[in-house]
């Protein structure tokens, strides 16, 4: 499986970015898809998750009712939309596919940068 990430940049804070993971393979809607973000001397932190169907959506507490994740199986795709975005929002942000209840492959990441 191979998860390409795109939609990061850089946006002044307040502003919104739609960040998108496609993965390869015809398994995709299968299995539950998570992102992820790095901040700069910091661990990888969990940042929202949507199970296969979508009905299961979970968010950390720093992003819940500003970030919304979504999938659409038919295109292989999982997003992260981000609205009301603050500088603490930067990071690389990576995109996972979960098997056997851990996230086994995960994207090469895509910069956030969000200016004050």
């Known amino acids: 499986v191979q998860l390409q990430a795109s939609g990061g940049g850089l946006v002044q804070a307040g502003g919104s970015l739609r960040l998108s993971c496609t993965a390869s393979?015809?398994?995709?809607?299968?299995?539950?898809m998570g992102w992820f973000r790095q901040a700069p001397g910091k661990e990888r932190v969990f940042v929202a998750a949507?199970?296969?169907?979508?009905?299961?959506?979970d968010y950390a507490d720093s992003v819940k009712g500003r970030f919304t994740i979504s999938r659409d199986n038919a295109k292989n795709t999982v997003y992260l939309q981000m609205n009301s975005l603050k500088p603490e929002d930067t990071a690389v942000y990576y995109c996972a596919q979960k098997r056997l209840g851990s996230y086994a492959y995960w994207g090469q990441g895509t910069q956030v940068t969000v200016s004050s």
């Open positions: 949507i199970n296969w169907s979508g009905s299961s959506i």
């Open positions: 393979g015809r398994t995709f809607s299968s299995y539950t």
